[in-house]
């Protein structure tokens, strides 16, 4: 098997309209696409895909699985905003060797990285 690239990354939610209003209003995401008659709300990140939906009671959120990295112009500036929004971080903001980030919680508890690659990071991976 060779995997070209990630689809999309979707997230379990029990309330799409709480949900939406977090990834919409807090986050600033577009709706892309709606599907399953609301159920299913796809939003363009740059040439990727996330998704959050309500489809299935055994599809449910967790604060201990899989999590996506949102890449932000300026952290220090996203961090602010979510701070004023009174945004649960899971983990306060901190630096790695290639990056910053800090970990919040969608009203679910789903957790989603806040993540600004250092500018000597942004064209790789790493080292």
């Known amino acids: 098997m060779k995997i070209k690239e990630i689809g999309f990354v979707a997230i379990p939610v029990t309330d799409m309209e709480r949900a939406r ?16 008659g609301g159920k299913w709300i796809e939003y363009a990140v740059g040439e990727d895909t996330l ?5 299935s009671e055994t599809w449910t959120p967790s604060d201990q699985g899989t999590g996506a990295a949102l890449e932000v112009e300026d952290s220090g500036d996203a961090i602010g905003r979510l701070k004023d929004e009174h945004v649960n971080f899971a983990a ?20 989603l990285m806040i993540h600004k690659l250092k500018p000597e990071n942004e064209k790789g991976v790493c080292a």
């Open 21 to 36: 209003s977090f990834y919409e209003n807090v986050l600033g995401l577009k709706v892309a696409e709606e599907m399953m």
């Open 51 to 55: 998704a959050i939906a309500n489809v």
């Open 92 to 111: 306060e903001p901190f630096e790695t060797p290639c990056c910053h980030m800090a970990v919040v919680q969608d009203p679910d508890g789903n957790k």
